[in-house]
């Protein structure tokens, strides 16, 4: 696995209600608000005309799933349009891999008729008893919901949040592989039978093994949180994973207070009257990366920098691979557009492999020793960063790092937890 991950958080019910987070190691597990098991049981005798899901999530930020209630079925849609992202496969092929329509439907009520829009939905019974991923963040998304105690199947074993790690290491959650390496274990999912397994999709053939899951008689859904174009977006994501869960009350709760401190912030760097000027690029001697148009070309101007190397387009660029960290980019652009920047944003630990200082010195921010990787939160010893975790899910923590880099009068007394210098 590569360095490029985030670690979880969990929140303590005192700090909620004073409407800040706790920014220490997030270990404690969530005690409040979780839902009762009684609300997990199955409805004893339906009656139409109830409301089954009292607690309802809104979407205000994701572009790229949504959601509706209907008394006791939720529909779930996915739709990344072809252009979206930058796919290196035709528009036929794309749109196979990135529709689809699941209709949730509360245990022990009836399936509605799978006609108009509905017609050949997938029906998934809600709330799923338990829950795999192939993916961290999407673990991370089953904690933060509440649900952990239901977490039976991770990617594998290179995960930063301790609570979800150890839950792996007393073998109450079985590794079924992670999404970048390939199409999960169906053999380890028919041995646990999840009630839904989440599958983190990025092409058409990774997008193929939600449909071989469900051929084998499983609930699977697909996830595409990384293509969304804003770091709020993609935290959003949450709320799918809820939904699945019947823990909408516990993700709103969270989601509320990670949007609230992301968007106050935000608000306040933005209007800061200077500009930083930044890149974000990472690579080697000859194969280089640049987030351009990406999700961190917008947390950089969220912290109230500019970033040299931004474009119009495209969120995020997909190859058969899976989303790479930026696009390709060559060294003598990093240098052309780049030379003027004051701080350089690399998800590389250190500076070796890169070309000699005679090239790279002609970087303002690399020659005045300003370049930080976003990994100090890691345990390289087992493979894990933080990075792909809460990284994704609590970019108002990230948020928080950049401005205090880049506006220090902003968040004087803040410590960085993501960000360091390379080399640390």
């Given at each position: 696995m590569t360095a490029t991950r985030f670690e979880p958080i969990t929140v303590v019910l005192t700090l909620l209600l004073a409407g800040s987070w706790a920014c220490s190691p997030f270990e404690e597990p969530i005690t409040e608000g979780l839902p009762d098991q009684a609300a997990l049981a199955c409805v004893d005798g339906f009656d139409p005309a109830v409301d089954y899901f009292p607690d309802k999530v809104e979407i205000r930020h994701a572009e790229y799933f949504s959601v509706s209630y209907h008394g006791h079925y939720k529909v779930v849609q996915i739709s990344v349009p072809f252009g979206a992202v930058d796919v290196r496969v035709d528009s036929?092929?794309?749109?196979?891999?990135?529709?689809?329509?699941?209709?949730?439907?509360?245990?022990?009520?009836?399936?509605?008729?799978?006609?108009?829009?509905?017609?050949?939905?997938?029906?998934?019974?809600?709330?799923?008893?338990?829950?795999?991923?192939?993916?961290?963040?999407?673990?991370?998304?089953?904690?933060?919901?509440?649900?952990?105690?239901?977490?039976?199947?991770?990617?594998?074993?290179?995960?930063?949040?301790?609570?979800?790690d150890a839950r792996r290491r007393d073998g109450l959650a079985v590794p079924i592989g992670y999404s970048f390496h390939g199409p999960p274990r169906l053999e380890v999912l028919l041995r646990v039978e999840p009630g839904i397994t989440l599958l983190h999709t990025s092409s058409a053939e990774t997008a193929g093994s939600v449909q071989r899951v469900?051929?084998?008689?499983?609930?699977?859904?697909?996830?595409?949180?990384?293509?969304?174009?804003?770091?709020?977006?993609?935290?959003?994501?949450?709320?799918?994973?809820?939904?699945?869960?019947?823990?909408?009350?516990?993700?709103?709760?969270?989601?509320?207070?990670i949007e609230a401190d992301y968007l106050a912030l935000s608000e306040r760097a933005r209007a800061a009257a200077?500009?930083?000027?930044?890149?974000?690029?990472?690579?080697?001697?000859?194969?280089?990366?640049?987030?351009?148009?990406?999700?961190?070309?917008?947390?950089?101007?969220?912290?109230?920098?500019?970033?040299?190397?931004?474009?119009?387009?495209?969120?995020?660029a997909v190859g058969a691979g899976g989303p790479y960290e930026g696009e390709p980019f060559s060294l003598e652009a990093l240098i052309e557009k780049g030379a003027e920047a004051e701080w350089w944003i690399t998800y590389n630990l250190n500076d070796e492999g890169w070309p000699s200082r005679v090239y790279l010195d002609e970087i303002r921010a690399y020659?005045?020793?300003?370049?930080?990787?976003?990994?100090?939160?890691?345990r390289e010893a087992d493979d894990a960063y933080d990075w792909f975790e809460s990284g994704r899910l609590r970019p108002d923590i990230l948020l928080r790092d950049f401005v205090s880099l880049f506006h220090p009068e902003l968040l004087p007394d803040h410590e960085l937890e993501h960000l360091a210098p390379i080399g640390r």
């Open positions: 036929v092929s794309w749109d196979m891999a990135s529709t689809d329509v699941m209709v949730l439907v509360r245990c022990g009520t009836p399936t509605p008729p799978l006609e108009g829009a509905l017609a050949g939905a997938a029906v998934i019974t809600t709330p799923a008893p338990s829950v795999a991923v192939n993916d961290d963040f999407l673990a991370l998304g089953v904690r933060m919901s509440g649900a952990l105690d239901r977490l039976v199947g991770v990617g594998g074993e290179g995960i930063y949040d301790t609570l979800v469900r051929d084998l008689g499983l609930a699977a859904a697909p996830a595409f949180n990384w293509a969304e174009s804003t770091p709020l977006g993609g935290a959003e994501w949450l709320k799918y994973v809820a939904v699945f869960l019947g823990a909408e009350a516990e993700a709103n709760r969270v989601f509320d207070t200077r500009k930083p000027t930044v890149i974000w690029a990472q690579g080697g001697r000859s194969a280089w990366t640049a987030h351009v148009r990406s999700i961190g070309n917008r947390l950089l101007s969220d912290a109230g920098a500019l970033n040299l190397l931004a474009e119009e387009g495209a969120a995020a020659r005045e020793g300003r370049v930080y990787h976003h990994n100090l939160r890691r």
